[in-house]
């Protein structure tokens, strides 16, 4: 399972950015695919995740309301639309992959900077 996220960047707060995931090597029927984040020093951060099957999905709350993950069966992609970015949400974000029946997520992705500036 290879996973390629992309679309980070430098934003002022306010402001929005769409990450993209790259999901390839197998197909991901009963799957979970999610978006972390991470700042140094702090422990990574399960923002928000969405099953492969039926699209269900889950936010945490620091991100509800103001980010949206969806995924593309034909493409393999899970993408995270970010919107009234904060400079809290500055961190490196990480998409991740997580078979079915599994306990964790498995499968990681190099990370992207998302920077938001005040």
């Known amino acids: 399972v290879q996973l390629q996220a992309s679309g980070g960047g430098l934003v002022q707060a306010g402001g929005s950015l769409r990450l993209s995931c790259a999901a390839s090597?197998?197909?991901?029927?009963?799957?979970?695919l999610g978006w972390f984040r991470q700042v140094p020093g702090e422990e990574r951060e399960k923002i928000a995740t969405?099953?492969?099957?039926?699209?269900?999905?889950y936010y945490a709350g620091s991100v509800k309301g103001r980010f949206t993950i969806s995924r593309d069966k034909d493409k393999n992609t899970v993408d995270l639309v970010m919107n009234s970015l904060k400079p809290e949400d500055t961190a490196v974000y990480y998409c991740?992959?997580?078979?079915?029946?599994?306990?964790?997520?498995?499968?990681w992705g190099q990370g992207t900077q998302v920077t938001v500036s005040s």
């Open positions: 991740a992959a997580q078979p079915g029946g599994a306990a964790q997520y498995t499968h």
């Open positions: 090597g197998r197909t991901f029927t009963n799957w979970n």
């Open positions: 969405i099953t492969w099957n039926w699209g269900t999905t």
